[in-house]
């Protein structure tokens, strides 16, 4: 028995009992798994919330951008005030349209410097999703249909059209068939320049392709105000009309016209929208500030977890290893009469609990790896159940983040090898006493043991 090395001893008896060995390297495993999850868990949720703050702030800021560029601009709508990036507005599900002739009303009116219609539509799939506490409906949206005037005169004065075009060109004055598209649409449909893109049993000549850093606008099909109206069955009506006004002077004088001719018409000026900004703008910093809470609150859980796995851990090898040294009680009076030293009786038995846990944090590493995400969502609250609760509107309401991509926790190598690490570092450490206990253990007491 001395000739053998101490590592060849441990793995000769850890082999001797296999099931046992067996079933504590399952727990173990799982318990790793959890270690190596929830910073995975803690790490994928940060990553959502800073996602979430920079398009908050990227769609806030260019909101603020165009209201600035369009301060002659007055908007006329059937229903709620909107502007052409209001997202929570595309994510209704019926957008009232109004009457057409009313254009040409409006052109005729003191102070009025242009007059220009859109028709807009969103498709895509009504989704519903179910928490604990309430039901929200949201739109997953797949394009927007946008009818606009094909008039590069407007366009330049105006910016009907994107400006950051990343494949082929705006469409021309009155080429009706063509259409400009959003990166989103072009990537869904794999279509480019100079493909054809059916839309509603209607073919059209892919002209153009842009870019944006609103993932709604590059959702976006831009094509001739006709031929939107005559593909959405809508001839003779729009979404929206944009009305300029001369100067600024004028455009409290037209927008107060445009309320008494048509008071059952939305009208909204540059300072409505202005203040509709900051309105958003206040709702958005409560919104980050709560994730902010919820974020925190989440990291204790975390850290909770973190420890009653640690401790589990340890313990799991602590009494496993003192069992196996009250089963071996005989077998170590054999060790010691042979001419064992305490300090390799001690060795041995911390190696067979470093070597138990170091299969355990290896079997724990790969459950982690596939079944972080499954993990992670058991043991910690979920950002997006928090989010629902803190804007749902009498159990039901929309999800503005509902487009928002998920992050899913992946750990990384160097999250598992540490997992691994702690994994053997446990183990050691709980073989500790036992072996202790075992290397103080007397020849002629083992030797009598039962």
Same mark, same amino acid.
């Given at each position: 028995?001395?000739? +053998?090395?101490?590592?060849?001893?441990?793995?000769?008896?850890?082999?001797?009992?296999?099931?046992?060995?067996?079933?504590?390297?399952?727990?173990?495993?799982?318990?790793?798994?959890?270690?190596?999850?929830?910073?995975?868990?803690?790490?994928?949720?940060?990553?959502?919330?800073?996602?979430?703050?920079?398009?908050?702030?990227?769609?806030?800021?260019?909101?603020?951008?165009?209201?600035?560029?369009?301060?002659?601009?007055?908007?006329?709508?059937?229903?709620?005030?909107?502007?052409?990036?209001?997202?929570?507005?595309?994510?209704?599900?019926?957008?009232?349209?109004?009457?057409?002739?009313?254009?040409?009303?409006?052109?005729?009116?003191? $102070?009025?410097?242009?007059?220009?219609?859109?028709?807009?539509?969103?498709?895509?799939?009504?989704?519903?999703?179910?928490?604990?506490?309430?039901?929200?409906?949201?739109?997953?949206?797949?394009?927007?249909?946008?009818?606009?005037?094909?008039?590069?005169?407007?366009?330049?004065?105006?910016? +009907?059209?994107?400006?950051?075009?990343?494949?082929?060109?705006? =469409?021309?004055?009155?080429?009706?068939?063509?259409?400009?598209?959003?990166?989103?649409?072009?990537?869904?449909?794999?279509? $480019?320049? $100079?493909?054809? @893109?059916?839309?509603?049993?209607?073919?059209?000549?892919?002209?153009?392709?842009?870019?944006?850093?609103?993932?709604?606008?590059?959702?976006?099909?831009?094509?001739?105000?006709?031929?939107?109206?005559?593909? @959405?069955?809508?001839?003779?009506?729009?979404?929206?009309?944009?009305?300029?006004?001369?100067? @600024?002077? #004028?455009?409290?004088?037209?927008?107060?016209?445009?309320?008494?001719?048509?008071?059952?018409?939305?009208?909204?000026?540059?300072?409505?929208?202005?203040?509709?900004?900051?309105?958003?703008?206040?709702?958005?910093?409560?919104?980050?500030?709560?994730?902010?809470?919820?974020?925190?609150?989440?990291?204790?859980?975390?850290?909770?977890?973190?420890?009653?796995?640690?401790?589990?851990?340890?313990?799991?090898?602590?009494?496993?290893?003192?069992?196996?040294?009250?089963?071996?009680?005989?077998?170590?009076?054999?060790?010691?009469? +042979?001419?064992?030293?305490?300090?390799?009786?001690?060795?041995?038995?911390?190696?067979?609990?470093?070597?138990?846990?170091?299969?355990?944090?290896?079997?724990?590493?790969?459950?982690?790896?596939?079944?972080?995400?499954?993990?992670?969502?058991?043991?910690? =609250?979920?950002?997006?159940?928090? +989010?629902?609760?803190?804007?749902?509107? $009498?159990?039901?309401?929309?999800?503005?983040?509902?487009?928002?991509?998920?992050?899913?926790? #992946?750990?990384?190598?160097?999250?598992?090898?540490?997992?691994?690490?702690?994994?053997? @570092?446990?183990?050691?450490?709980?073989?500790?006493?036992?072996?202790?206990?075992?290397?103080?253990?007397? =020849?002629?007491?083992?030797?009598?043991?039962?």
């Amino acid at each position: 028995m001395m000739r +053998l090395g101490v590592l060849t001893r441990a793995f000769r008896n850890i082999s001797r009992r296999k099931v046992r060995v067996l079933l504590v390297v399952i727990a173990l495993g799982f318990s790793i798994a959890v270690l190596i999850s929830v910073p995975a868990g803690i790490k994928a949720n940060q990553d959502i919330t800073q996602a979430m703050t920079e398009k908050y702030q990227e769609n806030l800021a260019h909101l603020m951008e165009q209201i600035n560029r369009t301060a002659l601009q007055i908007y006329v709508t059937a229903g709620m005030p909107s502007t052409p990036n209001n997202q929570q507005l595309y994510q209704t599900f019926q957008i009232p349209l109004i009457n057409e002739s009313i254009v040409d009303e409006i052109r005729t009116l003191d $102070g009025v410097q242009d007059v220009v219609p859109f028709l807009m539509k969103a498709f895509g799939e009504k989704k519903t999703e179910q928490t604990a506490t309430s039901i929200y409906t949201y739109m997953d949206i797949y394009y927007v249909i946008q009818g606009v005037p094909f008039n590069s005169t407007l366009d330049d004065l105006y910016f +009907l059209f994107p400006c950051d075009i990343i494949e082929g060109r705006k =469409p021309y004055d009155g080429e009706s068939d063509a259409v400009l598209i959003g990166l989103n649409v072009s990537r869904r449909f794999n279509v $480019g320049a $100079g493909d054809t @893109l059916n839309i509603n049993g209607t073919d059209f000549r892919v002209v153009g392709v842009f870019r944006s850093s609103i993932d709604l606008e590059e959702k976006m099909v831009y094509m001739d105000l006709r031929e939107a109206q005559k593909i @959405l069955n809508a001839e003779g009506k729009v979404e929206q009309i944009m009305v300029v006004a001369k100067d @600024l002077p #004028s455009v409290d004088k037209v927008a107060n016209e445009l309320k008494a001719k048509y008071p059952d018409l939305a009208v909204s000026t540059y300072h409505e929208q202005q203040h509709t900004a900051e309105s958003m703008q206040r709702q958005y910093e409560e919104m980050l500030e709560k994730l902010s809470v919820h974020l925190g609150q989440i990291q204790v859980t975390a850290n909770q977890v973190t420890l009653i796995s640690l401790i589990a851990t340890g313990s799991m090898v602590l009494f496993t290893m003192l069992y196996t040294v009250r089963e071996r009680t005989k077998e170590i009076g054999i060790m010691k009469a +042979l001419g064992f030293t305490n300090w390799n009786v001690m060795a041995q038995f911390v190696l067979e609990g470093a070597i138990i846990s170091l299969i355990g944090g290896i079997v724990g590493a790969a459950i982690g790896s596939v079944g972080a995400p499954m993990l992670a969502t058991l043991v910690l =609250p979920q950002l997006r159940s928090n +989010l629902e609760m803190l804007s749902s509107h $009498g159990g039901h309401s929309s999800a503005p983040w509902a487009s928002e991509p998920s992050v899913v926790a #992946s750990p990384d190598m160097q999250l598992i090898l540490a997992g691994i690490g702690v994994a053997v @570092l446990l183990g050691a450490l709980g073989s500790l006493y036992p072996a202790w206990r075992a290397s103080r253990t007397r =020849p002629v007491e083992a030797l009598r043991h039962e």
